[in-house]
T-cell receptor, first 113, second 112 residues
Framework: KAGVTQTPRYLIKTRGQQVTLSCSPI?????VSWYQQTPGQGLQFLFE???????NKGNFPGRFSGRQFSNSRSEMNVSTLELGDSALYLC????????????FGQGTRLTVV | QKEVEQDPGPLSVPEGAIVSLNCTYS??????FMWYRQYSRKGPELLMYTYSSGNKEDGRFTAQVDKSSKYISLFIRDSQPSDSATYLC????????????FGQGTRLTINP
């Protein structure tokens, strides 16, 4: 069974640009969550999508947005990039909101210069 | 103050030692407690989870939850060099679905 797939693995962007990251969950999983991981703040919850609807949102500015498609694949978008957005962005999938176990992808390493 | 506190280490121990990793938390609503292991340049991998208080054992790993003290632990017996990684505790309530709150992570090195 294929795991959670995130693309691209690495990305370099310039301040002010926007970026879109993609996540394909494990087949059959309907919940996709996004996290930002930095050395200073650790892993922080961005948002969660379930059946194409945003169900939870963390404390991030509106520049961070996401969506989920009917096949459960999800994208997150960051507009007007800042240097502080440099981080590892992780996606996690689970079969439903009630399932405890969430499986993480390998992440997308975003560097903003 | 963060909802979940975890000593970032680093922690270095000899092979074969018993390792103890801990987290404290402040939110009484947390009901599920998880431990993830993260190798360099990889995503977190779920090791174990516990619901409410109690102990859970899986091979060389034992997870303990003391809700009265808001304190959770992960013990690794007969530690191996391959256990060298960053260990993250994570928690969530019953409500709030997959919104996990993580500790900072403890970097562990097992020396041969």
């Amino acid at each position: 069974k294929a795991g959670v797939t995130q693309t691209p693995r690495y990305l370099i962007k310039t301040r002010g640009q926007q970026v879109t990251l993609s996540c394909s969950p494990i087949s059959g999983h309907r919940s996709v969550s996004w996290y930002q991981q930095t050395p200073g703040q650790g892993l922080q919850f961005l948002f969660e999508y379930f059946s194409e609807t945003q169900r939870n949102k963390g404390n991030f500015p509106g520049r961070f947005s996401g969506r989920q498609f009917s096949n459960s694949r999800s994208e997150m978008n960051v507009s007007t990039l800042e240097l502080g957005d440099s981080a590892l962005y992780l996606c996690a999938s689970s079969s439903s909101g009630a399932q405890v176990t969430a499986f993480f992808g390998q992440g997308t390493r975003l560097t903003v210069v | 103050q963060k909802e979940v506190e975890q000593d970032p280490g680093p922690l270095s121990v000899p092979e074969g030692a018993i390792v103890s990793l801990n987290c404290t938390y402040s939110n009484s609503a947390f009901q599920y407690f998880m431990w993830y292991r993260q190798y360099s340049r990889k995503g977190p991998e779920l090791l174990m989870y516990t619901y409410s208080s109690g102990n859970k054992e899986d091979g060389r790993f034992t997870a303990q939850v003391d809700k009265s003290s808001k304190y959770i632990s992960l013990f690794i017996r007969d530690s191996q060099p391959s256990d060298s990684a960053t260990y993250l505790c994570a928690m969530r309530g019953i409500q709030g679905a997959q919104k996990l709150v993580f500790g900072q992570g403890t970097r562990l090195t097992i020396n041969p």
